[in-house]
């Protein structure tokens, strides 16, 4: 069984084209997030939801929305694709707690806008 | 604001050398320590965390870590290298304050040579 999975694998896309990845969790994880790893392998957060309620949104452009129907489920949808929003795009949960913060990661989406 | 600094972004050993990759950490509060593995086209697993309690930390595939609060560091070792070690490392922290995303050093590739 899969704990975070992720959906498409693969993406690629013209410019200027809306997309969505989406991902799923099934481990009963409260806080789900999602991160960009560029081309130089350098990942960072973009969102962060705990309990469907948007809890961290980093500089990331309003291009870019997330949205999360239920706890085990966390979908990002991007507008008017640019040649730099090109990465692997990795959803991830954890517990949440203090005291067990760990995160799962999901396989990545990789997006490649043409 | 908390970050991570990995030393090298290419180690190169032997196969059954010791492995030895650099990570030290810049924290207003003590920090949780992970440090994960990315095989190619893969997303990332967890090898081993540091949150409280022992320093030394022992983790999956024969991988341990250190922390040491007054060199803010938290190096990962492997008494003997092995060909399936080869891949990408990533350290990262997290604050517990609250806010749970993890923020990620930049990653060092581990090349084991025959």
């Known amino acids: 069984d899969t704990a975070v999975s992720q959906t498409p694998k693969y993406l690629v896309t013209q410019m200027g084209n809306d997309k969505s990845i989406k991902c799923e969790q099934n481990l009963g994880h409260d806080t789900m997030y999602w991160y960009k790893q560029d081309s130089k392998k350098f990942l960072k957060i973009m969102f962060s939801y705990n309990n469907k309620e948007l809890i961290i949104n980093e500089t990331v452009p309003n291009r870019f929305s997330p949205k999360s129907p239920d706890k085990a489920h966390l979908n990002l949808h991007i507008n008017s694709l640019e040649l730099g929003d090109s990465a692997v795009y990795f959803c991830?949960?954890?517990?949440?707690?203090?005291?067990?913060?760990?995160?799962?990661f999901g396989p990545g989406t990789r997006l490649t806008v043409l | 604001a908390q970050s991570v600094t990995q030393l090298g972004s290419h180690v190169s050993v032997s196969e059954g050398a010791l492995v030895l990759l650099r990570c030290n950490y810049s924290s207003s509060v003590p920090p949780y320590l992970f440090w994960y593995v990315q095989y190619p086209n893969q997303g990332l697993q967890l090898l081993l965390k540091?949150?409280?309690?022992?320093?030394l930390v022992k983790g999956i595939n024969g991988f341990e870590a250190e922390f040491k609060k007054s060199e803010t560091s938290f190096h990962l070792t492997k008494p003997s290298a092995h060909m399936s070690d080869a891949a990408e490392y990533f350290c990262a922290v997290t604050l517990d304050t609250g806010r749970r995303a993890l923020t990620f050093g930049s990653g060092t590739r581990l090349q084991v040579q025959p």
């Open positions: 540091y949150t409280t309690g022992a320093t």
């Open positions: 991830a949960s954890s517990p949440g707690s203090r005291e067990n913060n760990e995160q799962f």
